[in-house]
Structure formats: C-alpha cells, structure tokens
C-alpha cells in the first residue's frame, strides 16, 4: 500500500472550530473492563482509531466478543474464556498492559509478554506487578512470557510510589469483584481515572474517591455491562488549541472540558493567547505576537500533562524569546527535536530540559513523525512556515487522532493528507 503524507500549507492565520473526538486514553481502559462486565456493555463516543482496532482484536482473543461500529463499541463479556493476550497483540499496542487487572479480576489469571520499549523509552511494568502481587497473585516468567495467577484476588491496601496512570486502572479493575476492601494510595488524579471508576460504578462497583489520591474499593461478586458515553480527548482538544497559537487567528473547540485542561490553558495564557472558557467549549485568541515562557514542566494531574510538552514546544518555536520546559514523567520524550530542528526551529536539549530560541521563522520541511503527541507536534509547527510541509510516519497520528488532517482543514488550515508514490 503506497504510504500516505500530510502537506500542510502554513503562513496564515486559521479562522474556524472544530468537535472534539472521544478520548483515546480512556476509551482503552473502558474497552479493557468490559472484560469484567457478566453482559452487554455499549461505549459511545469511541474515537476510531488503530489502537482502538488492536485493543477489538485482543478482546475477542480473550472471549469479549466486540465490535466496533462508527464511534460505538458493544462488547459481550459473557463468555470470557481466555487470559493469554498472543505477543503479537502486546507488541502492536504498548498499553495493552491494561489488560492485566479485568482478566485476573474476571479469570483469576494472565498471561502476556513485556509491552515492549517504546518511542517515549523503556515501558517498565514493576509497580503494576508489585500491586498485583499485594492482591496475591503469583507471578512467574515462564519463556520471555509473564504469567500472573490469583486463584483468589484479595483487597489490600496498595501505597503507589508513583501516581502512575495505568497502575491506578489496573489497581480499579482488579479490585472490583476483589474479596473484601481495596485502599490505593498515591493514586492519579487523571480524569481518565474518574471515568473509569464512573463506568464501573455503572456496571455495579463499589468505588469511592476516584480523582483524588485515595482511593476506596469495596469488591463486588459480579459486574452487569452498561451503557456509557467516553469522555472527550483533553489532549486533542490541546492539540486544536496550539495549532490556533502557532497559526495565530481564532479558533473555537467544541465538546472540550475547560475543567480538565486548566493548566494547559494557563500555560497558552502565558504566551499571551486570550482564552475564553464555556462549560464543554473554548475559544482561543492568539496574540499577534506570543511570549516565551520562562520555565514549565509536565508532571502528573492536574500540573502541565506529558501528552502536550512536544505540541506546546512546536507553538513556543513561534514565541519571541527564550523558553524552557522539562520533561519529568518519560525518559526520552524530546524525539521531536530533532525533525523541528529541520523546519528552521532553534532548540537545544540537555537530559530533561529542552531550551527553545524561539522567534526565528520556521520552513517547510519534510519531516518524520516519530511518535503520536510528536507528530502532532510537528503539524502544529507547520502552520508557522510559508511552504508546504511533508509529514511521514502518519502511523503514529492514526493510533491517536482520528481525521487529523480534517480537524485541521475546519480550523482553516490547508492541510491534505495525500498518497506518497
Ligand atoms: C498513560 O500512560 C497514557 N497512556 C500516556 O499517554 C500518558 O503519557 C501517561 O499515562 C502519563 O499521563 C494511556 O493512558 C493509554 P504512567 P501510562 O504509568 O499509564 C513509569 C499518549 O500519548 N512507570 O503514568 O503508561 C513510566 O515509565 C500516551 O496518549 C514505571 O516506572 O503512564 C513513566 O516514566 C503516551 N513502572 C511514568 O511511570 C510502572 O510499572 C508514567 O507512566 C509503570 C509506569
């Protein structure tokens, strides 16, 4: 199949808006519990996506039978048979890791191999297996394969070292239909988490204080499937936003969540943008000329997320002045350096901290996206240059953004996805 490439025509500003898609980073968590749910579940507002498709595939491996239809996603978790998720599907999807807590809640057992390093570096699973442990699971590694096995899963109370978002849903899902009480401290506060707990709570389970960093869960004997709505993608919504900072104009976002981004808002009102906030829509204004921010770095929620650094670098490329940011939640998440580095940008990267000399006019460039938030990060940069610029590597946009280069033409851009011969 000839590859395809994004040309994107920059040099003006946009005028537009643009809706929102369902968030990837719950939609894969929700499809992971219906594994739980003795039923039917229907998820709306599923973003179409490839690790939506892989996260279908290994749930019908497993005996979940799901489908995917438009944005809706019905799964049947009735005849869950299955707790081995193949190599091929762990190495085609990094957080399939999410699959550990339903099948060891629901099978009492899983078997799957490392997820693998990534673009963002090493992917370790350590605090996911230690809280699984504290539930009693045995694990042993038996042919480069991690089998987990819990012939009884016990409520325990599990101290996270790190807020770290997956073992906070794997801890939900394991903990469920748990015998007795689950309290996790130290838990992520993402809204993700809130979602999760909301879905549960529907299918049944007993959660209290998901958002905040205790939380409470009385285990249950089963979990009825539901119907549930996925919340919008807050990192898609920042997406849309830099791309209106970096172009300059107005742009509105529709079915955004001002709630849910309050520090990335704040972070563009630092360069100058004027925001405008409503209940589930914002508007942005960008200043003629935008300000360089002198210092910021990503942390868990609610501080600034990982998931926008690369996207906010691409518009402080714009911003006259110097700014910094560090990266202190994955190791090696400045891939996209190097490909800004070729549009003209001026950034210099020591360990975790990126410096941009921001001011100097970007150029078309091609240029290869090296992972999801960086080829995003790449596009919205290519609105600040005249030319055209080619984007490769689209792979990495698909498994996160659905229609990229639609959601840029209704902002007004001149974007195209196009086949490379
Ligand atoms: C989730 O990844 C998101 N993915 C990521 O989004 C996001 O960047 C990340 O949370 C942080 O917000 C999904 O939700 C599918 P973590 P996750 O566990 O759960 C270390 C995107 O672009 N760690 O909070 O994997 C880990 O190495 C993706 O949409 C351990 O050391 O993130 C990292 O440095 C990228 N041991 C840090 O914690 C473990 O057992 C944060 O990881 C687990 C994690």
Not at 25 to 45: F, H, K, Q, R, Y
Not at 52 to 58: D, E, G, L, N, P
Not at 198 to 219: D, H, M, P, T, Y
Not at 337 to 361: F, N
Request: hydrophobic share 40%; charged share 20%; proline share 4%.
């Amino acid at each position: 199949m000839a590859e395809e490439v994004l040309h994107i025509t920059g040099g003006k500003p946009l005028h537009g808006e643009v809706t929102v898609q369902g968030a990837k980073n719950s939609a894969l968590p929700l499809m992971a519990a219906t594994i739980l749910c003795d039923g039917v579940t229907t998820l709306e507002n599923v973003p179409r996506l490839t690790d939506v498709c892989a996260a279908c595939r290994i749930l019908n491996r497993v005996g979940c039978t799901a489908k995917l239809h438009e944005h809706t996603v019905t799964a049947d978790g009735s005849d869950v048979h299955s707790a081995e998720i193949p190599d091929s599907d762990m190495r085609k999807m990094r957080s399939s890791i999410m699959f550990l807590g339903p099948l060891l809640g629901r099978m009492g057992a899983c078997t799957l191999t490392m997820p693998g390093g990534c673009e963002l570096g090493p992917r370790p699973i350590d605090l996911h297996l230690d809280a699984m442990r504290r539930m009693g699971t045995q694990i042993s590694e038996e042919n480069g394969r991690i089998v987990c096995r819990a012939s009884v899963l016990s409520g325990a109370h599990i101290p996270l070292s790190y807020p770290s978002v997956g073992v906070t849903e794997n801890v939900l899902m394991a903990a469920v239909c748990a015998k007795g009480e689950t309290i996790l401290t130290g838990a992520a506060r993402e809204p993700e988490i809130v979602d999760l707990a909301a879905f549960l709570n529907c299918c049944g389970a007993k959660i209290q204080g998901a958002g905040e960093s205790v939380i409470r869960i009385q285990g249950v004997k089963t979990l009825h499937g539901c119907h549930y709505r996925v919340m919008p993608d807050r990192i898609a919504a920042m997406t849309w936003l830099c791309a209106g900072a970096s172009a300059g104009g107005t742009i509105c976002v529709h079915d955004a969540r001002p709630s849910e981004l309050e520090a990335c808002l704040a972070a563009l009102e630092m360069t100058g943008c004027r925001i405008g906030r409503c209940s589930e829509r914002i508007f942005l204004d960008a200043g003629a000329v935008l300000k360089p921010i002198r210092y910021l770095r990503t942390l868990p929620y609610p501080a600034f997320p990982t998931d926008a650094q690369a996207i906010l670098m691409a518009v402080l490329c714009r911003a006259k002045g110097t700014s910094l940011l560090e990266e202190t939640i994955f190791e090696s998440r400045y891939k996209h350096v190097g490909e800004l580095l070729r549009m003209g940008a001026e950034i210099r990267v020591s360990g975790k901290t990126a410096v941009i000399y921001g001011g100097t006019p970007l150029y078309s460039s091609e240029v290869e996206a090296m992972d999801l938030r960086g080829g995003a990060a790449l596009a919205v940069a290519a609105l600040q240059s005249e030319g055209t610029t080619t984007i490769r590597g689209l792979q990495h946009l698909d498994r996160g953004y659905e229609n990229f280069a639609e959601a840029f033409h209704s902002l007004g851009a001149d974007a195209k996805r196009v086949s490379f011969s």
